[in-house]
């Protein structure tokens, strides 16, 4: 059964301080994505990845770094947490940039920052 | 600039009743759009995708339509339940290459009543 598993599911972090956020999918996917999630907006691009050892920015990368040791696993890094980046984040997987056939999303992880 | 408008942004309907949610964008190209649900707390889960120039697709209770001439989708679910009460998400994909990426509405948030 396809997954995508995230962890942790919620975590309080302190200003300032470095979070790893860990995405692993047993889809055979190439793509994987990180995804923040604020209230009342749709969901918006940090960063992705199409092959392992290789990350690209998306939309609203400032802030954010991405990491993708190998196939399965995709890691997104707040060196320097901020209040703004308070969020649920979500990861996806897909087979083909753009999610056209396949994609599935993990239940998200959301963090706080106080 | 929001490209992936949803309307209403939330509405409730009584158990046993229809509803149509609406999904109406400017992204360009679209190459296919994709309703998923969301419950609360949880991840992005797909209902259906439409690709063609004038589209319509049918899962269980679920039903959809995409027009690309007017790019405007809808979602239709029929005999409401409980468990529909979540937020439903209309995501565009503008390529279905290398080169796609997904524009993501802030969903409709419907909620079921007895």
């Known amino acids: 059964e396809a997954a995508v598993t995230q962890s942790p599911r919620s975590k309080v972090a302190v200003t300032g301080g470095k979070v790893t956020l860990s995405c692993h999918q047993t889809n055979n996917h190439d793509y994987m994505y990180w995804y923040r999630q604020d209230t009342g907006h749709g969901l918006r691009l940090i960063h992705y990845?199409?092959?392992?050892?290789?990350?690209e920015k998306g939309d609203i990368p400032d802030g954010y770094k991405a990491s993708r040791p190998s196939q399965e696993n995709f890691s997104l890094i707040l060196e320097l947490a901020s209040l703004s980046q308070t969020a649920v984040y979500f990861c996806?997987?897909?087979?083909?940039?753009?999610?056209?056939?396949?994609?599935?999303f993990g239940k998200g992880t959301r963090l706080t920052v106080v | 600039k929001t490209q992936v408008e949803q309307s209403p942004q939330s509405l409730v309907v009584r158990q046993g009743e229809n509803c149509v949610l609406q999904c109406n964008y400017s992204v360009t190209p679209d190459n296919h759009l994709r309703w998923f649900k969301q419950d609360t707390g949880k991840g992005l889960v797909s209902l259906t995708v439409l690709v063609d120039q004038k589209d319509k697709t049918s899962n269980g209770r679920y039903s959809a339509t995409l027009d690309k001439d007017a790019k405007h989708s809808t979602l239709h679910i029929t005999a409401t339940l409980l468990d529909d009460t979540a937020t439903y998400i209309c995501v565009v994909g503008d390529r279905g290459s290398a080169l796609g990426r997904l524009h993501f509405g802030a969903g409709t948030q419907l909620i079921v009543i007895p």
């Open positions: 990845s199409y092959v392992a050892d290789s990350t």
């Open positions: 996806a997987s897909s087979d083909a940039q753009g999610g056209g056939t396949e994609v599935f």
